[in-house]
């Protein structure tokens, strides 16, 4: 190897290690990539404490994993302990060396562990405001303070660690008003939710482990309610990417009149259902991302059913951009088609089952079309409108030519004055940012509206007037439908 007159430059502690509390973590993603260690460390059991008292307040962490020895204990304290270049081995959720550091100092300002291996104990302590004061690494080899040694306790286990986080100062802020008490313990109820989220494979099955917060035993929540009658699991894919196998498997969750409403009200997850759908990327079986379409489609309500799982290892965390939070991540550029391909089926079996409210038992009818309404979007609104092509409706509409025309009439203002469609209808954009061109489906309502309103002797200006009323033709000024009127018209009025 060439060498280099060269020089070693130590990066300053102080400003290095606040510079690291930065780096993006909330509450929950900080505490879950905490128990990423645990579970490394094949914990069965997982007790995670937040307790509330102002400026003395603290998360503790206490798992019976297999504990550390003192050189183990200092390397895992160290900040950039592991170089993530390296081959990890298989199943690991660790990768950067920097979870235990960022996700603690992202909460406060310090970070004590105990751990116990082969009946001893080593206790390692980071405070920032010492390191601020020093400007230096100075691992402290034992508890700061009496208050800290009372709170880390013992270890009863055989083996185990304890992670405690005092001087919350980015979770409890002065002054401690009743309003700080009460966000705290709706932080703990987050904390809860994303934990049965992101640990939900872990925390069923032969070997589950077990996480208890505040005493209270977490329960998973999985997202594709794989267990009710009524959801749906389609053809599953794997597909071999740069080495790596990913797994690939598209659920549809039941339809609202399926479910109880407490089934209903849990399947729609900690954001609810809109925010739910799309795909869940999974490495090592640990929840990455919960609920994106990965810029892929938009979120729709009609697609609210669809939700993918993809399956990844650690092989992949380059190729898919896996960051230091494991909260984010991009998939490679040769699975972006077949990603579109899956979610463009995925959606329209959402579709399907989101719209079908009755189904037809005449083996002549297709299913799919005997959903009552369906979703438009144009450049700009989006609104709703009746299947026609629903089996009922158009026996309706066979049945009586005379009565055809009225049930037209009657089932445009349906539409019209359906609820969805007055509060999604943009009333307010202004009249130069709303031109559109004039569609068949629309002159086919305006001249079935003529028709209908001339029956009734409304003269031509009234027709106008009418249609103006309308949200359907607001794109449009009068002049414009009057325009449109006559051409419907051929010119003549009588």
Known sequence: MHTFDSEIVLPDAAPLINSLRAIGYSLETAIADILDNSIDAKASVIKIDMV????????????????????????AMKVGSANPNDERKQGLLGRFGMGLKTASFSLGKRLTVL???????????????????TN????????????????????????????????????????????KVQKFFNKISMVEDHLAMVFHRFLEGANKIQIYLNGNNISPWDPFSSKEIATQELPPESVL???????????????????????????????????????????????????????????????????????????????????IKKSNAKPPQELISILRKIGEKTRKKSHEVFYQRSVSKSPENNMINDYIWEQVSTKTNSYFRLNRNNSYLKDLFESNEDFAA????????????????????????????RVEEITPEQKNKIKMLIDIFRE?????????????????????????LKSIVYEIIGGHYV
């Open 115 to 133: 751990t116990k291996k082969n009946e001893q104990h080593f206790t390692r302590c980071w405070d920032l405001d010492y390191i601020a004061d």
């Open 406 to 433: 009225k049930l037209k009439f009657y089932l445009f203002h349906v539409e019209e004055y359906c609820p969805a469609n007055l509060v999604s209808f943009n009333v307010n954009q202004p009249a130069a940012t």
């Open 136 to 179: 230096k690494w100075n691992l402290l080899k034992q508890p700061f303070d009496t208050q800290s040694s009372e709170i880390l306790g013992s270890i009863e286990n055989p083996t185990g660690t304890v992670v405690l986080i005092e001087n919350l100062d980015r979770v409890v802020e002065e002054p401690y008003t009743s309003k």
């Open 52 to 75: 509330w008292d102002e400026d003395k307040s603290y998360v503790r962490i206490e798992d019976n994993g297999f504990g550390m020895g003192e050189n183990d204990l200092i390397i």
């Open 241 to 323: 990417v740069k080495d790596d196998i990913v797994m690939i498997q598209p659920y549809i969750l039941p339809h609202h009149t399926k479910l109880t409403q407490i089934e209903y009200e849990k399947a729609a997850g900690p954001k609810g259902w809109l925010e739910q759908q799309g795909f869940y990327i999974y490495r090592n079986k640990r929840l990455l991302v919960a609920g994106s379409w990965l810029h892929l489609f938009g979120r729709e309500e009609s697609s609210k059913l669809a939700r993918v799982k993809l399956d990844i290892t650690n092989k992949s965390d380059f190729n898919w951009q896996i960051d």
């Open 456 to 480: 009734n002797n409304y003269s031509l200006d009234e027709i106008i007037e009418q249609l103006a009323n309308y949200n359907s033709f607001s794109f449009h000024s009068k002049e414009e």
